[in-house]
């Protein structure tokens, strides 16, 4: 999924995380567990295989967002895209192995 440089709103971000990159995977495509380590999510819920195409929602603070999934490359990278308070959003991941730590 290509990202539109031009979007009124564009962030990056990169962490290290010290642990093998497939846990780093587990975690970030484990949809229905994101609650229990990012505190800004209220719910989760995702049903069915992750794959291309596939549909699932969020909650954090006040915007509910049932995205779609653009695309899933395990264990490398998941984006999604979808729309919630009038602001349509994609978001990609990308995990990279190094060593014992992932570069997300």
Do not use: Y
């Not at 990012?38 to 295989?49: F, K, L, T």
């Not at 954090?60 to 490359?73: K, R, Y």
């Amino acid at each position: 999924m290509a990202i539109n440089e031009n979007a009124p709103v564009v962030a990056r971000m990169t962490r290290e995380v010290h642990a093998p990159a497939e846990r780093v995977w587990d975690l970030i495509t484990g949809i229905n567990r994101w609650p229990s380590w990012n505190p800004a999510i209220s719910e989760a819920h995702q049903r069915g295989p992750l794959v291309k195409g596939a549909r699932f929602r969020w909650k954090a603070g006040p915007g509910t967002i049932v995205p779609t999934l653009e695309s899933v490359d395990p264990p490398g990278s998941i984006a999604w895209s979808g729309k919630t308070m009038g602001i349509r959003a994609m978001h990609a991941w990308t995990c990279e192995a190094q060593r014992e730590i992932a570069r997300l």
